[in-house]
């Protein structure tokens, strides 16, 4: 196992690159502050160097939370702001992978070996499939391509009239649960669905549930 002193660099760090693509966002990304000491005791555990953007992002804040919170970046968590760190989401629930994000319909992006030529890629669980998708880009590229825009054609068919002020106000440890569920042949409408908030450990439960019985 490396050493905190091993995994930390200064001059060559990525959390410059990061906070050009926040600052050059077209969406609203609110960088949660660090614990120094959270922010160390999750780098170190975790083995990423900050010279790669997950190193950097997990040393650098508690999480980015993006568009007004519908995606939710793991860092080294907020608990003020009821953001679980990235070690925290990922000892609830296995994945195959390292989970890194969440949005607020129960969706997860998990960074795990690919399935072309054995590079790490992002996958995405679905929650309208219940099924994982490999997005082919490795975390750096996905992130980037994220804040940059690509958040508002990924999410299209997701959006309902007046979407933001539902999202700005589901705790960060919670995400929004529609009836009927999007994976249903009738959730497909979200402006006529009931949503509310529930707790994100109990809406990814009920939909890995349900994908675990469907054999999907």
């Known amino acids: 196992m490396r050493s905190l002193a091993e995994l930390i660099s200064d001059d060559r760090s990525a959390w410059a690159e990061i906070e050009a693509a926040v600052s050059g966002s077209p969406y ?12 160390a005791a999750c780098l170190h555990r975790l083995q990423v160097a900050t010279t790669s953007w997950l190193g950097a992002l997990v040393y650098g804040t508690g999480g980015l939370i993006v568009d007004g919170g519908w995606l ?13 760190d990235i070690h925290e989401v990922n000892e609830r ?25 054995g590079r790490p890629t992002i ?6 499939t219940l099924r994982w ?8 590229d996905w992130l980037y391509a994220m804040l940059a825009g690509a958040a508002d054609q990924f999410y299209l068919s997701w959006r309902w009239p007046g979407w ?4 700005a106000s589901c705790p960060l440890d919670a995400g929004i ?6 994976f249903s042949k009738d959730g497909r409408d979200l402006d006529s669905m009931r949503r509310r908030p529930i707790a994100m450990w109990e809406l990814l439960s009920v939909k890995h549930d349900m994908a ?3 054999g999907a």
């Open 28 to 39: 609203a990304v609110e960088l949660l502050p660090a614990d120094p000491d959270r922010a």
């Open 93 to 117: 629930f296995e994945a195959a992978g390292l989970v890194v994000a969440q949005d607020i319909l129960g969706g997860e992006f998990v960074w795990r070996q690919g399935e072309s030529d």
């Open 123 to 128: 996958h995405y669980f679905a929650p309208d």
């Open 177 to 182: 649960d529609t009836v009927p569920p999007l």
């Open 164 to 167: 933001r002020d539902e999202v």
């Open 133 to 140: 998708e490999d997005l082919t880009l490795g975390y750096t």
């Open 212 to 214: 675990d019985q469907l």
């Open 72 to 84: 939710r970046v793991l860092g080294s968590g907020h608990p003020r702001r009821r953001l679980a």
